[in-house]
Nanobody
């Protein structure tokens, strides 16, 4: 079993930045990587980004390209999502999750995820 704990959310003004953290524990051998998805009230879940364990490939949904950066600190078992130039439409609960496939063009199905961290972008 895998446990994931997100942190770093909060209230930020449009144009601001936040860095989300995801601490991962347990065996991740059968997964391709770790990803982030978000869900806003009344909207469907949206896959945002993932990072591949093996080759470091990164996937980003079009709406965050150039603004968000995913990274990994293996020594700390932590995955980060640096979010810059935040927009009101980025407001959502953000979750990190184990993913079965992660390539630069594709983020696959997710298995385990944490309880999420809320990001609110508002003036």
């Amino acid at each position: 079993q895998v446990q994931l704990v997100e942190s770093g959310g909060g209230l930020v003004q449009p144009g601001g930045s936040l860095r989300l953290s995801c601490v991962v524990s347990g065996s991740t051998l059968k997964y391709s990587g770790i990803g982030w998805f978000r869900q806003a009230p009344g909207k469907e879940r949206e896959e945002v980004s993932c990072i591949n364990f093996s080759d470091g490939s990164r996937y980003y949904v079009d709406s965050v390209k150039g603004r968000f950066t995913i990274s990994r600190d293996s020594a700390k078992n932590t995955v980060y999502l640096q979010m810059n130039s935040l927009k009101p439409e980025d407001t959502a609960d953000y979750y990190c999750a184990t993913v079965f496939a992660c390539y630069s063009w594709y983020m696959g199905a997710m298995d385990y995820w944490g309880k999420g961290t809320l990001v609110t972008v508002s003036s």
